[in-house]
Each structure stands twice: as C-alpha cells, then as structure tokens.
C-alpha cells in the first residue's frame, strides 16, 4: 500500500490551500487516515484525523480553519486550509491505520512521502 500526497506549494498568510492523498495497493479498508505536520526543528504532530465512518479528530490550533474528509471509495483523504498562517509552514505527511488487505490482513501503519506547505507572511 501506497500512499500519495499533493496540493502543497506556496501560499500568503491568510490564503487556502487542499491537500489530497491517495491510497494506492489491494485495500479492502482503512481506519484511519490522517494529517500530521512537521517544521523545521520540530516534532511530528497530528493536525487531523478521520474515520472510515466520519468522526474528526484537530489539533487546537487548526480548528475552525482546516476540515478534514475523505472518500473510503477512493481511499482518499483530504485536507481543506483556510485562514493560513505562517505557523502552518511545514511538511505535510498522510497516514493511514488500520489498513486491511486481501484476505482481511492487518498491515502497518503508512505514510505518505510528505508535502511541502509554505505559508509567507
């Protein structure tokens, strides 16, 4: 299973951005799929997370300004930003838990090569 990120680039303070991230392989299900950040001389930190049946999970400092979704279909997870601020420049990274592929099998968690997000001010 693969997972592939896009929608980063270079945005001013204020601005939108939508990230995407395909779930590419013999996926039969997926969890969980998520959002988490890194900055430069930072750790890892979740921004969002979602359920195969809808429930959310934010960090305190994206809420009201980034939602999250997904399309189980299309084993698609996106990532819709507004309102951003230079405190979101990061590299963003996809991941999925609790993947299951033919025949139910329970592989590990993954992650996407990460995207790069530029917010200037």
């Known amino acids: 299973v693969q997972l592939v990120e896009s929608g980063g680039g270079l945005v001013q303070a204020g601005g939108s951005l939508r990230l995407s991230c395909a779930a590419s392989?013999?996926?039969?299900?997926?969890?969980?799929m998520g959002w988490y950040r890194q900055a430069p001389g930072k750790q890892r930190e979740l921004v969002a997370a979602?359920?195969?049946?809808?429930?959310?999970n934010y960090a305190d400092s994206v809420k009201g300004r980034f939602t999250i979704s997904r399309d189980n279909a299309k084993n698609t997870v996106y990532l819709q930003m507004n309102s951003l601020d230079p405190e979101d420049t990061a590299v963003y990274y996809c991941?999925?838990?609790?993947?299951?592929?033919?025949?139910?099998?329970?592989?590990?968690?993954?992650w996407g090569q990460g995207t790069q997000v530029t917010v200037s001010s």
């Open positions: 979602i359920t195969s049946g809808g429930s959310t």
């Open positions: 991941n999925a838990k609790g993947v299951r592929a033919p025949p139910w099998v329970l592989l590990p968690e993954t």
């Open positions: 392989g013999s996926i039969l299900s997926i969890d969980v």
